[in-house]
């Protein structure tokens, strides 16, 4: 069973939300966190660069936000990390959501923080991972794509599938499009996930997360009905 468990005696885990720029599953998880009931509680927004445009957003919402400025370390990512950790010591954070956060981690750090950080990403994983997902969907000719969130692993794109959210994808669909279509999804489906992670209700199995007792009827597919238009 995962275990995320209250931070410093918290009710409830406290989540750093990682991104690099527009912060929109950032939003839709700090607004599913505000609704009474909600299992954990948004603490702070952190960013690697200062013009991400998520930082008003979240400061809007207001959640605490920091800057790491990334761009000032070169490739020592490690010593990136080094600040990293101390800014989510410093806010008692028990679990980490990745949303757009551009910016490779070592495996030392992603292996302390195993299955207490998610990413999502916009394919149905393990298909089309890393750029340009969408083009490479309809390169590919699939019939349907979507969303994933996992939890994070040194490999890119390729930790234990927590939930996944599927579009129909059109014959007149672009790159553009399907990424639009994609984007709803993802909206709905990383709050239910971090919902399901902070309530104790995952649990990994080698490479392969379960969902554990009543939480197997909320699901962790949303295939939307296709709408006309």
Avoid at 59 to 80: C, L, N, P
Avoid at 99 to 113: I, P, S, Y
Avoid at 203 to 228: E, H, M, Q, W
């Amino acid at each position: 069973m995962v275990k995320p468990g209250p931070q410093g005696g918290d009710p409830k885990p406290r989540v750093a939300i990682l991104i690099s720029g527009r912060g929109s599953n950032m939003v839709a998880l700090i607004k599913a966190a505000k609704v009474d009931g909600f299992p954990a509680e948004i603490a702070v927004v952190i960013s690697n660069r200062t013009d991400a445009a998520g930082l008003a957003l979240a400061a809007a919402e207001g959640i605490q936000t920091v800057t790491i400025e990334s761009k000032s370390f070169g490739k020592d990512r490690a010593a990136f990390e080094t600040v990293l950790q101390s800014a989510l010591q410093k806010h008692r954070i028990g679990l980490i959501c990745l949303a757009g956060f551009m910016r490779l981690f070592t495996a030392e750090f992603v292996q302390a923080w195993y299955g207490k950080m998610l990413n999502i990403h916009p394919s149905l994983l393990p298909s089309f991972p890393g750029l340009d997902p969408h083009a490479q969907a309809l390169n590919a000719g699939v019939k349907v794509s979507g969303a994933t969130v996992h939890f994070v692993t040194p490999e890119t794109d390729a930790g234990p599938i927590v939930m996944q959210g599927v579009v129909e994808v059109r014959d007149d669909d672009t790159p553009e499009t399907l990424s639009t279509r994609i984007l709803s999804i993802e909206h709905q489906i990383y709050p239910n996930a971090l919902r399901l992670l902070a309530s104790g209700k995952l649990r990994l199995d080698g490479a392969i997360c379960r969902v554990s007792g009543d939480a197997d009827s909320a699901g962790t597919l949303i295939a939307p009905r296709p709408t006309s238009g």
